[in-house]
């Protein structure tokens, strides 16, 4: 028996044709049953049931192999690519969720670029839209003795931490830049530039004492426009600087080989170093348990030594940053290769032997960091409550549980009423604590300003310090007026109360502002100078002293 269509061979019982598909008809003898009949109600219609109406069609022939292959290869094909673009597109991120390095740096990335947004909203919801042009402010706190011994002191002793910052909110921009100075050198921790086109965050480095800049690609233009000014600082000559300014403007990439080295190194480091997360841990934080991811960092001291000698290596060699390099010990005959390398020697040599950290994260937000050195632990709370800047706290803890808090503040400045309140508290030792409340509403047009802060003398005694009145921002003339309509000092049961007016130009320093003050209370001029004596005892007791290992007289 042959196909009556194609010709090819069929076999006995054989319904279809195996190359063309086509139905075999099946001799008279052996009749091929096409299976039961549907039923169809079709009332009238000829071979009807009486009845009923039923009418009974042949079913539908079966579908042939050839088509059943090719749908079952369609099927396939299909299931393959959806499985491909799962695998495409939720592998990678599922692995970046799950990997705990990752999800480190995504939040560390997060919470900086939070902060800085958050410190721009602050200025604008107090109006500060323009203000000063050209002014440097510069605070500075050095602990060289401390009143108390143990690892917590020893940690705190001779460090310097520096906050410097500039502002030309006329063309919307402003620099900070915080440091943190260790013996002979400094480790710059972080150089924030905010503009309207910009955010840009400068990575750690280490100097010699001085800042140079940075080397972030891409924003060369607008900090070279920025740092390029005469305003950042009278005292600082930016000319033998200019070819590095130079370099960042034209924005000239570290060599493919400089980057590739660093990530081997890095990867290099990864593999020494433990990195743990745990979802959903609860956390003890400001008397409250919490529910937070805990990311736990242990990375060994020799894991570092080699990585940060690796990067260095790579640096040195790049050609682009020898370039820099080259221009700054022109400027500066103490910066040498040698001199570098010892700075970074002698910061690798303080580290403990194995560094542990842990970071507490909400949201993809950092809101605790914990350093554990050997002796005590370094802890930086932010935002535990609310936004980062709504909650600030900085301790010291140490072996046996004793936490000595160095800086807490507590606020509330996100409203979009302009209106921002501060408070919170101040203790270098775990004594003599410092308690302040700030409040400014730029909504007001005056006695907009209020602001106190509490002393413990610790002798039972408290140093008041209180301020009332206005502030006002004046774009046109670009200063900054503050009137104190009411100014008291309160100590060892003496009051001092006047009343002064202070105007900010531009570019003039805070330390030669000048302005005259009106006696408010009944004192000679005796009494006022008594008093003013008492107060500078106090405050070179209770903090000069400490904090210099000297007297002011």
Known sequence: MICKRCGTPLEEGQRF??????PVTAPAAEPVSAGPADTVLMPGVRGADPETGAVAT????ATPPRKRRTGLWVGLAAAAVVVILLLALGVPALLRAMNPAVYLFDSLVNTGTTLAQEQETLQKNLGLNRAIEQSVITQSVRLEELPVDGPEA???KGLQFTVRSQSD????????????????????????????EMIAFASPQLTTGRWYGTL??????????????????????LAPYADSYNWLETGKPLDPATTDAMWEATRTLLDEVEIDREKGMTVNAQGQDRKLDQVTVSAPREALTVWANACADALLADPNVAEVLKSLMMSDPSLTMDSLRQSLDSLLADLPETLNMEFLIRDKQVVRVTVDQDGGVLQLELG??????????????ADDGTEVTVLEMNGAHTAPDGHLTTSGRITLYGETPVTFTLDLDSKKADENLSAEMLIDDGWGGTIRLAAAGSWLADPDAQ??????SDLSMEANGMALRLST????????????LSYTPTLLNDMSDIEVQEFLFSLLGEYNSMVYAPLTGSNMW
């Open 58 to 61: 042949p079913a539908a022939p």
């Open 169 to 196: 909110l006329e063309a919307r921009r402003s620099w900070f830049t915080y440091t943190l100075d260790m013996g002979d050198f400094t480790v710059l921790l972080m150089d924030v530039w905010l503009d309207d």
């Open 501 to 512: 007016s202070l105007s900010i130009a531009p570019g003039e320093p805070l330390d030669e």
């Open 384 to 397: 535990m409550d609310g936004t980062l800047l709504d909650v600030l706290a900085l301790r010291a803890l």
């Open 479 to 484: 200063t900054l007026t503050v009137d104190l």
């Open 216 to 237: 972030n690609e891409g924003f060369g233009a607008q900090i070279n426009r920025l740092l390029g000014s005469e305003a950042l600082d009278p005292e600082m000559d």
């Open 154 to 156: 020893d940690m705190l």
């Open 17 to 22: 044709c195996t190359k063309c598909g086509t």
